[in-house]
Each structure stands twice: as C-alpha cells, then as structure tokens.
C-alpha cells in the first residue's frame, strides 16, 4: 500500500508542475489570441465597408448617365464589343415575324468572331452616317424600341420599359442574329436613307482613298458614279465633306469580309411576293443592260435555289438580258434558316463585290496589279510563234 500511495504522489506533483509552466505561458497565448480575434472583426467590417462604397458606386452611376449628354450612337468598344458581352441580339424573328419593313446591312466575317468584326464595323458606320445621312434624322431619332445595347449598363443611358409616357433614343445601327454562325444583321432605323446608297457611296470612299495612297489614278471612279442611280449621286453631292473619314478605323479590317446592303426581308416562304414589289421598284424602272440572280442558303434544307432563280427571273423585263460575268445589276438573295433578305445591288463587281477586307488589301497589291498586264501580252505571242514553226 505504501507503494501505490507514492506513484499517485508523483502524479500528482508532475500535474502540478505542468500546470505552473501552463500558466506561466498563458499570458502570451492569450494576448495572440486576442489579437486574432480582434483582426477577424477588422476584416468583417472592411468587408462591409467596401460593399457599401460599391452598392454607393452603382447607385451614383445612372444619375451621371442622365446628366451627361451623349450622342446617340456613343458606346464602349472595351467593354462591351471586344469582350464579346451582346446580350441585347434582336432575335431572329425580327427579321420575318415583325410588320416593321426591315432594311439595313448583312455582314460575313470570320465564323465565332462576331465580335471582333462588330468593334471594327461599328465605327466605320458610324463614321460615314456622319457624312451622308441627314442631320435632322440623326439629332431627332427617337422612338419607344429598345437600343441594340439592352445591357444593363445602356439601358440606364435612357429611360424604363415601364414607362410608356418616356422615349428611348434609338439608335441609328441595331444588331439582329441571323441564328448562323459568321453572319449577322445591321439594322438601319433611319427610313429616308437607303442602304444601297449608302454602300456605294461607302464604298467609293473608300476606293479612293486607296488609290490616293498609292498615287494611282482615279479618274475610272467617274464612270462608275455615272452608273449608279440618281439616288446615290444625291447623296454624294450631299455629303458633308466637313467631316474627315476615319482611315484608322479601315485598316484595322481583319474579321469583316463583305457588307451587302439589304432592301428588304421576309419569310423564306414568302419570298416570291417580296422580289415582285421589289424588281418592279428598281429593275424595271432602272432598265439596265444586263442583270445577274446570286442565291445562297445556310441552314435550310428544303429552300429550291433552281426553282427560285426561274421564278425570279421571269419577273424581269425581257428586254433586259442575262450576263453571269459582269452584270449591270446584281439581284442578291440570302436565305438563313426561315429568314430570306434580298437587295439589287448596281455596279457589283466594279465594288470589289462589296468585300471590304479584299478593298483593305488592295492598297498593298496595287502596284502588283499595275504590272500584271504587260506579261499577259507578252505570252499571246510566244504562242503564235510555236503553231507557226
């Protein structure tokens, strides 16, 4: 017995030891304890200070928006076009489903760069409706429809839905999907301007500047002009030539290929009845000397090519012919998914066929095209010398 009383002895004095070290360490502990807990305070309420400073931040911004006075078609190319953020994409439908006479611009560029060719096209559209369309549209164009921006961010640059007493402004360009990838849709909301003139005398321009770039003649532009309809040359006399066009913003054209102006669109279903209005509006009333019909279809199975080019080309004037290489007149027809645009475009391929990335190149290869012809002469003859020997 003895011996057991001794063991629990020293337990016992080992236990006190342990606890005097303990509580000689004690006060450091406490003191990081403290101080770890007094941080996690900190943090919390700077947490809840920064979230108060931006919940201030966002309510600050729409009240900036509506006292600065922007112009209609002003917008952010960092935040809204490069990062590819387009919700606001009028749908598809629009362009068929809608008693409204669609009419604007279909665009080809690289497929899933949609973006990129937006922030290149923007501007240059902008640009020249700076100098061509009338300025009375462009202060006044307003209306209750939606801008092609719907963010969150543009929707505060005007008014609510809810509120129908308010008008929005409108812009002059409005984005629809085509609902295929490398192709979409540019809407012109201003009625008296039309997209064929538009385009010509776009790019006439733009012809012109390169030509004068690389000191090349321009005098041929002339007779293009000529060919055109009154219409385009009462826009080019028109013009504001106040207004410098943004070279810049042309040589940056990588993603966009062709612009093609449209006049009007429908159902794919419907296309006969809209080309009847249509041909009747230009081709016949033009009369020129020959004309061409250019069909394509992207996604859409059981649209017949052949049987619409029989059926749109007995609607022409018989005293207009066919030539396949170098129409006068391009009767164009694009037909994607259920939706069908057409357009009767003059002078098509003395526009470089409207493809404004080939037009961005053709300064670099102006010079090479200027020698091309003197080896073409030379071959006929090294030809004629053979079948005589």
């Not at 559209?125 to 164009?141: G, H, M, R, S």
């Not at 532009?221 to 055109?228: A, H, Q, S, T, V």
């Not at 090519?305 to 609607?315: S, V």
Request: hydrophobic letters at 30%; proline letters at 4%; charged letters at 30%.
């Amino acid at each position: 017995m003895s011996e057991v009383i001794d063991t629990t002895t020293k337990v016992d004095d080992s236990t006190e030891n342990n606890n005097n070290i303990t509580n000689n360490e004690n006060p450091e502990n406490n003191d990081n304890k403290k101080r770890q807990f007094v941080n996690k305070k900190e943090r919390k309420q700077n947490k809840k200070i920064k979230s108060n400073q931006n919940n201030q931040n966002k309510e600050r911004k729409p009240q900036n928006k509506d006292n600065e006075n922007q112009d209609v078609n002003d917008y952010d190319e960092k935040k809204v076009i490069f990062r590819g953020k387009f919700k606001s994409w009028k749908k598809h439908s629009r362009l068929f489903a809608t008693d409204e006479k669609v009419k604007g611009l279909l665009i080809c560029c690289d497929s899933t760069r949609e973006a990129h060719s937006i922030g290149e096209i923007l501007p240059i559209l902008n640009n020249f409706a700076d100098k061509y369309f009338p300025k009375e549209n462009t202060d006044q164009n307003s209306t209750k429809v939606n801008s092609y921006y719907d963010t969150k961010e543009q929707n505060l640059e005007g008014t609510t839905e809810n509120s129908g007493t308010e008008i929005k402004k409108r812009k002059r360009f409005e984005l629809i999907n085509s609902g295929c990838s490398g192709i979409y849709f540019i809407s012109m909301t201003v009625e008296s301007v039309s997209p064929i003139d538009f385009m010509n005398c776009m790019f006439i321009d733009t012809i012109k500047l390169q030509l004068i770039k690389k000191k090349l003649p321009y005098d041929h532009l002339d007779e293009i002009i000529n060919n055109f309809p009154e219409s385009t040359k009462k826009m080019l006399e028109n013009a504001d030539q106040s207004i410098k066009i943004n070279e810049r913003a042309i040589k940056k054209v990588t993603f966009t290929s062709k612009v093609q102006p449209i006049l009007q669109t429908c159902c794919s279903v419907d296309l006969n009845d809209m080309m009847k209005g249509i041909i009747e509006n230009t081709i016949n009333k033009d009369k020129p000397k020959s004309f061409a019909i250019e069909i394509r279809s992207r996604n859409n199975i059981h649209f017949d090519k052949h049987q619409a080019i029989k059926d749109i080309a007995a609607m022409v004037d018989p005293s207009i012919k066919v030539n396949l290489k170098f129409p006068d007149t391009l009767i164009l027809i694009e037909v994607v998914k259920s939706s069908a645009v057409a357009s009767v475009i003059p002078q098509y391929r003395n526009l470089f066929k409207l493809n404004l990335r080939e037009l961005v190149r053709f300064g670099n290869s102006a010079n090479k095209k200027v020698e091309e012809p003197e080896s073409k002469v030379e071959e006929p003859k090294v030809e004629e010398s053979k079948v005589e020997a």
